[in-house]
């Protein structure tokens, strides 16, 4: 019998030396579900590698994670989250920072490469497949210029500017609304509204 539980997961580094930086725009996607979705705080589940805050929702349980693993290795947290409570690919949403994608805008998808993004490429090896759905929030590439790889790591451990926390948070209204669509009609439904 398929089980009711849906799993949010969002990508970043853990340590104060992240916080704030655009590879760690998944985790504040998180923590504004956690504010919209849960009564509780984020809990450390070590037997998970993962901050977690689970809630019911829309007649089911929803789950947020956030790994603890560094985004490279944040794939091992998910498959263990997934495996313990018995949750499918298709009912796992992945947010994660895109530098391919400008500043603000938000792309829901399913299933597909990595795009060269670690933490995916961790996901896509650690589940064993694509298929599941991801919420791609853009971080703007450094004056459209093509990045060397070290000028990429450069720019996405940076911290955002203030006027570029304000596109980040107009983002993150998007996340959420599209977010709820996910969980209670699905990724179809979701990318015709939010896309």
């Known amino acids: ?73 944040s794939g091992y947290p998910v498959k263990l989250l997934a495996d313990y409570y018995n949750i499918d690919s298709a009912d796992i949403l992945v947010i994660h920072d895109d530098l391919d994608l400008e500043l603000g805008e938000v792309r ?21 497949t694509d298929e599941y759905d991801r919420c791609r929030i853009g971080i703007g590439k450094k004056g459209q210029a093509v990045l060397t790889e070290k000028e990429g790591a450069d720019f996405v451990l940076g911290r955002f500017t203030k006027e570029e926390e304000l596109s980040i948070k107009k983002a993150l209204e998007t996340v959420l609304a599209g977010g709820q669509c996910w969980l209670t009609d699905g990724i179809e439904e979701c990318m015709n509204k939010y896309n």
Not at 31 to 41: G, P, T, V
């Open 1 to 73: 019998m398929k089980n009711n539980i849906k799993l949010i997961v969002g990508l970043g580094n853990v340590g104060k030396k992240y916080e704030g930086t655009r590879h760690n725009v998944g985790f504040l996607a998180v923590d504004a579900f956690r504010e919209l979705l849960c009564d509780d705080e984020f809990k450390l589940k070590e037997r998970f590698n993962c901050w977690v805050c689970e809630n019911e929702y829309a007649g089911g349980k929803v789950i947020l994670a956030k790994p603890t693993k560094y985004m490279n290795l």
């Open 108 to 128: 829901f998808k399913h299933g597909g490469g990595t795009g060269g993004h670690h933490g995916l490429q961790s996901v896509h090896e650690n589940l064993g």
